[in-house]
């Protein structure tokens, strides 16, 4: 199964970053085979709405779960609509998570946050 | 000829300066821009003479016509797009009507609708109609709505004050654009100085003519004072702090409508205001 984790660097030494839309890398990791790969996250610099566009980037990647420290309304939206299940992260390390995901440990991110939305538009 | 009222923060007494220079005047026009609370209203009590809605346009997706080329969700700088499982996913509330993606659809497959988004009442209070901008709770930008308050000010002759919303965000910006002149208002704090220094800067990149009331003004010293004179600055007028202008203001009353001294001091910053724009209409035509 492939998960997706927001990152901050593009290495698996690198730690879990702790925002969704605007994290730097998001990892893409395959639990069966062990392969990872970093996908740039474009919508770091966004003025807004930063949340979707990130989203639309782990749908696009085909992956089964998201694990992430927070997800706003909008972001979960769209994760939600292509069935992908949210996590909670465990703490900040890649590894741990990876560990915990696999022997079923994370639970489900129950509080999604309202966001900050209209951007500099007021 | 128009005046803007404008200030780094809420609370220093656009709504004050504003309401009051309108009552002064012999006709006038009053324009609440502060569209997320508007209260000049309060002031007035109005009778209304009628309203009008305000919509945004919002683009819907003819999922017939859309082949998931996902040019839109390019486009679009503000994400309000997402294309996801073989669907458009339209975000309404974030995005800024612009048409872009409309425009680079290749199959035609959005148009848009009417998303209501704010209202503009119309009334009279005596000498003063009274114009307010009101946008809905939970809408991100009230802009729409003052440009609507805006088209309005255009084709009116009387003098009109536009009371703008606090700091100096898109929303001021918009606010003070076609002014004739602009009043900013200032505490006398170190964070009254901030704030104005905030709104100094604004109205100095729009290039709009200016000067300073200086409210609340007690006994002793008086940073905004201070800012205004190292800057040579304009003072056009100094309220005092006074328990009866802060009482009658809190009863929501009209200051030049129910007290002398009040009627004099705003009398006398509306004449100061009006020869101010006509020298600078001389000057700058």
Request: proline share 3%.
């Given at each position: 199964?492939?998960?997706?984790?927001?990152?901050?660097?593009?290495?698996?030494?690198s730690c879990v970053g702790n925002t969704f839309g605007r994290t730097n890398y998001f990892l893409i990791y395959d639990t069966k085979t062990k392969e990872s790969s970093f996908v740039d996250n474009s919508a770091a610099t966004s003025q807004g709405g930063a949340g979707i566009k990130a989203a639309q980037t782990v749908v696009d990647s085909q992956v089964e779960a998201l694990i992430t420290p927070q997800c706003g309304e909008n972001a979960a939206k769209v994760i939600q609509a292509s069935?992908?299940?949210?996590?909670?992260?465990?703490?900040?390390?890649?590894?741990?998570?990876?560990?915990?995901?696999?022997?079923?440990?994370?639970?489900?991110?129950?509080?999604?946050?309202?966001g900050f939305h209209g951007h500099g538009g007021k | 000829m128009k005046i803007a009222v404008l200030s780094g923060k809420g609370g220093t007494g656009k709504t004050l300066v504003s309401v009051n220079l309108a009552a002064a005047a012999k006709e006038a026009v009053y324009i609440d821009c502060d569209v997320e609370e508007p209260n000049g209203h309060l002031f007035f009590e109005p009778k209304p003479i009628g309203a009008e809605q305000i919509a945004i346009k919002i683009p819907v997706v003819d999922e017939n016509l859309c082949n998931g080329c996902r040019k839109c969700v390019e486009f679009c700088k503000f994400n309000a797009l997402a294309y996801i499982n073989n669907k458009l996913l339209v975000f309404d509330e974030v995005c800024h009507s612009c048409g872009g993606c409309m425009l680079f659809c290749p199959e035609k497959a959005l148009a848009e609708k009417e998303k209501m988004i704010g209202q503009v009442q119309y009334g009279i209070s005596e000498n003063v109609t009274v114009v307010t901008g009101i946008l809905n709770t939970g809408e991100a930008s009230g802009i729409p709505i003052i440009k609507n308050l805006l088209n309005y000010a255009k084709k009116e002759q009387a003098i009109t004050f536009i009371d703008c919303p606090p700091g100096s965000a898109c929303i001021v910006m918009e606010s003070i654009k076609d002014a004739d002149y602009c009043i900013l208002v200032a505490e006398p704090t170190?964070?009254?100085?901030?704030?104005?220094?905030?709104?100094?800067?604004?109205?100095?990149?729009?290039?709009?003519?200016?000067?300073?009331?200086?409210?609340?003004?007690?006994?002793?010293?008086?940073p905004a004072e201070k800012f205004c004179t190292e800057k040579g600055i304009r003072i056009l007028a100094k309220i005092p702090f006074d328990k009866e202008l802060g009482k009658l203001n809190s009863n929501a009353l009209i200051s030049v409508r129910e007290c002398e001294k009040y009627k004099d001091l705003f009398t006398s910053l509306l004449q100061t205001v009006t020869e101010e724009v006509q020298h600078e209409a001389v000057v700058n035509p």
């Open positions: 199964m492939k998960i997706a984790m927001p990152v901050n660097d593009s290495s698996m030494e069935n992908i299940k949210i996590y909670k992260i465990l703490n900040d390390s890649i590894q741990d998570n990876i560990n915990a995901f696999n022997n079923g440990e994370l639970s489900l991110l129950e509080k999604i946050h309202g | 170190l964070f009254g100085v901030h704030n104005l220094n905030m709104v100094y800067e604004l109205v100095n990149l729009f290039d709009k003519p200016y000067g300073v009331v200086l409210n609340k003004c007690l006994e002793g010293e008086n």
